[in-house]
Nanobody, 123 residues
Framework: QVRLVESGGGLVQAGGSLRLSCAAS????????MGWFRQAPVKEREFVAA????????YYADSVKGRFTISRDNAKDMVYLQMNDLKPDETAVYYC????????????????WGQGTQVTVSS
């Protein structure tokens, strides 16, 4: 089992950048695929990015490719999401999630979730 805690959210102007962090505690962090999702009010939770267990492969939603970068540090049990050129419609609560046995862009396939961190992008 793994516990996840996100941080780094806040208020930023359109075109700005934020770096989200997710601290994991528990056993065998390096055996989990890690993902970032986001959920805006009255919208479904949507996939943003994922990274393989050792960080060799990354996956992105089309809407964030070229602007967001997911990374991880298994020595520190951390995963990060660098977000550049943010847009107002990306205002949402951003969640860190973990799963075993391969990556997925379906939220329902992730076993562990953090409490989320709010990102607000002003126009």
């Amino acid at each position: 089992q793994v516990r996840l805690v996100e941080s780094g959210g806040g208020l930023v102007q359109a075109g700005g950048s934020l770096r989200l962090s997710c601290a994991a505690s528990g056993r065998a962090f390096s055996t989990y695929v890690m993902g970032w999702f986001r959920q805006a009010p009255v919208k479904e939770r949507e996939f943003v990015a994922a990274i393989s267990e050792r960080g060799g492969r990354t996956y992105y939603a089309d809407s964030v490719k070229g602007r967001f970068t997911i990374s991880r540090d298994n020595a520190k049990d951390m995963v990060y999401l660098q977000m550049n050129d943010l847009k107002p419609d990306e205002t949402a609560v951003y969640y860190c999630a973990a799963r075993n046995f391969g990556w997925s862009d379906y939220a329902s396939r992730y076993d562990y979730w953090g409490q989320g961190t709010q990102v607000t992008v002003s126009s």
